[in-house]
């Protein structure tokens, strides 16, 4: 099979396409015949050896990449459950240390982090949500948030912001979004309530809507200190990705977010979708062997919706 993997570590002109043998399920997994993959930042963070770098994963020969992927069930081990070759399936790969993932033909992977796709979707569109759809899921709920409480979301026009911004509107929440100017007709869409442009003193912008501070703030943006300004005391701060752990200033809780994968959060995931509470935005569709096109293009910013990997 043919599968993306990078040895040198040195951005997106390190990615090759290789030709390996198909991997085979054990006792617990599912093979996964690859019909989409979407391309993810981390993936970006793979090829310049962010992982080594922050003590994540250690150094070796060759890293697979990709995360999220949607496609049919290929083959399954002993105790794998109830799957059957052909369902149609969705899952994410979440170990950073292996030497194959989902960018490629087939992929293996534990029961656990597979759920059947959502009815009625395009695999191509099924592919979007899991990374980072369970990151805001788990984001949100980490915020201990109750309905009618004011919430900041970060980066909240981009993958992990945008789906945070859908699941506090479903769940009773008040949304104050952060994002570029020519983003505010995007995230007040998917349920933002306010808005603060993201070139604005940030605490100075959320303090003239909530005057006492947000209850909770979903730091996908990664701005730190500045957005942890516009919380009130006692608050909590979710800060979802690596980087430095912001300090616990005036009572606030702050939790560094990773992502843990299951089957619970995976369903109630593909849930959320099949009921429109969350959405899919596919922006282009590239086959394995343009994957540095895709690659270098999220590498450049401003990509609205996902880039997909089509084998």
Known sequence: MRALVARRLDGPDAIELIETAVPEPAAGQVRIKVAAAA??????????GFPVKFGLSAAR????????????VDAVGPAAGEYEVGTPVVGVADLLGRSLKTHAEYVVLDVDA???????????????????????????????????????VTGAAGG??????????????????????????????LGAEYFVDRAQDLPDAVRRIAPAGVDGVVDAAVVGI???EAVRNGGRHVHVQGGPRPPELRAITVQQLFIQV?????????RLVEAGVVSTRVADTY????AGLAYKRLAEGGVRGRLVLVP
């Open 39 to 48: 391309v993810n930042p981390v993936d970006l963070g793979v090829t310049l």
């Open 61 to 72: 020969e060759q890293s697979g990449l990709g995360w999220d992927v949607a496609g049919t």
């Open 114 to 152: 597979v759920v059947p796709a959502p009815r009625g979707l395009e695999l191509v569109e099924a592919a979007t949500f899991g990374l980072n759809g369970l990151t805001a899921l788990q984001a949100v709920r980490a915020l201990q948030p109750e309905p009618g409480q004011t919430v900041l």
């Open 160 to 189: 992990v912001g945008g789906y945070a911004v859908e699941i506090a509107k479903h769940l009773g929440l008040r949304v104050v979004a952060s994002a570029g100017a020519g983003d505010e007709q995007l995230v007040r869409g």
């Open 226 to 228: 500045a957005a942890q």
């Open 262 to 270: 299951g089957q619970a959060d995976l369903q109630e995931l593909v």
């Open 287 to 290: 086959p394995l062997e343009q």
